[in-house]
């Protein structure tokens, strides 16, 4: 990890040797994501086939989990985004600032970049929220505290040079210089010349850089990601499909076997050869026949390890069996269930949320300063979401339970929360609601009885329903 600024400079190696490794498992992870598994696992794939002495090996099976993982974990993060209140006018107001600047879009890929990369800076300044790719972000930590970040230095290639930003607290330093060739593949480049340097500030009291993480330890301020645990398990499952292939192809191609005159002679290479569509002339019951030769692939023990790498992929990811098979494979279920299904997918969706529910905070309050609005942390509340379909008839169901099956909301309300719609449109509703009544039960007239001398031909009106 890097302590001071003095990587920084002319002559020195970009990225630092410290970071080396870092940066290699955030391009593997890249490579993961986007499907080519082959570029990081085909070493592994080349050993296993020298020591099988296997020849022309090409495992291209391509199961692109680590996608799906990736995504589903923001799904339940954030695929619903956060309730962020601040007091009813504030709120409002800066909910409006959230929603023009994208911000539910730029939250859901930070929690992606959490899945597959550990960390996801985010930067704000001004009217804008950027993601930064974790490979460009360096923090400087203290020597003594590896935990407290004391800057934020964003650095990498562009445009024939090497561009810097260090970050610290309402200010950062814009550094330019030029890119110079390293010393082969260990340093491939270095700091040049210093082209320019200028300070700017941010008005904020705080770093305009914050950072998302998933479960860290204790000995690194980075994160864990999600593919490292899978990784092993993920290899030796595309390696055995491939293997399983293999066999399938073989049986796709079934071998003859029958008399030496059905065979012929290949005009050009003077090879014995069998060529299909020919008629064999049999006449004893004993003569040979050609026929189709067909051999047990013994696939069992291949299906069983299948299985048991697909049922270790589900645990380690924490995604479960039920959750990847498409939530009970279109059965109709109560919300309750569906939850119980997805229990450990909700419980690591809370973890990361909870670890990130600070940050969010400051992010939101960056936001606000940058838009003059002044807003402390502690008044910023932050519910988020689990993404699951919510299961109304259930819910009403519980609250009618609770209320002793007495009406726990009004007509208005009702009618607001189904619709989604505002007072006057609820109101609008409301009133077609009664009209439509109306015409359905209409209003008629009865001769009322006179007594006591009370004149005679006086009507009422009567309200009748149907019968």
Known sequence: MLTNLDWIGTGKPFPPECEKKRLERYEANEKLFEG?????????????????????????????????????????????????????????????????????????????????????????LGDRISIVPPENWYPVVDAYDTKHVTQHVIAFYANGG?????????????????AQK???????????????????????????????????????????????????????LMWRLYCMDLILDKHSVPTVIGPRTALREDPITGEQIFVPGNYFPRDRETDAKPEYMTWEGNLQATQWEIDWLTNQLYTLSEMGAAFLEGAGKGEANSGTALRLRMTSPLIKARRVAGI????????????????????????????????????????????????????????????????????E????????????????NPTVYRPMEITDGQSEGINTAVQTGPG
């Open 356 to 423: 990130n529910t600070q940050t969010l905070k400051r992010v939101v309050r960056l936001v606000a300063m940058a838009n003059n609005m002044k807003i402390d942390t502690k008044d910023i509340a932050a519910a988020w979401k689990d993404g699951l379909p919510d299961d109304r008839r259930e819910n009403a169901e519980i609250l009618a339970m609770a209320t002793g099956n007495k009406p726990f909301m009004s007509q208005t309300t009702a009618v607001k929360e189904w619709g989604d719609l505002d007072d």
């Open 182 to 236: 390293g010393a082969g593949d260990k340093v491939p480049m270095k700091f040049g010349k210093l082209l320019s340097s200028e300070m700017k500030t941010t008005g904020a009291d705080d770093y305009a850089v914050k950072v998302f993480s998933n479960v860290g330890q204790s000995k690194s301020i980075y994160g864990i990601d999600d593919y490292g645990v899978i990784a092993d398990i993920l290899r030796q």
């Open 425 to 440: 449109a609820a109101q609008e509703e409301i009133d077609r609601i009664e009209t439509e009544e109306a015409a359905q």
């Open 36 to 124: 080519k598994h082959k570029d990081v696992f085909g070493a592994d794939f080349q050993k296993l086939a020298d020591y099988l002495k296997k020849r022309n090996v090409d495992v291209n099976t391509v199961i692109n989990y680590p996608q799906l993982l990736t995504k589903k974990t923001a799904d339940f993060v954030c695929g619903e985004m956060p309730t962020i209140t601040v007091g009813k006018k504030k709120s409002d107001e800066l909910n409006d600032v959230l929603d023009n600047m994208g911000f539910a879009n730029t939250l859901y890929e930070a929690i992606m970049d959490v899945s597959r990369f550990g960390n996801s800076p985010v930067k704000v």
């Open 162 to 178: 090497i561009y810097a930003e260090i970050h610290d607290i309402g200010k950062y330093e814009i550094r330019r210089y030029e």
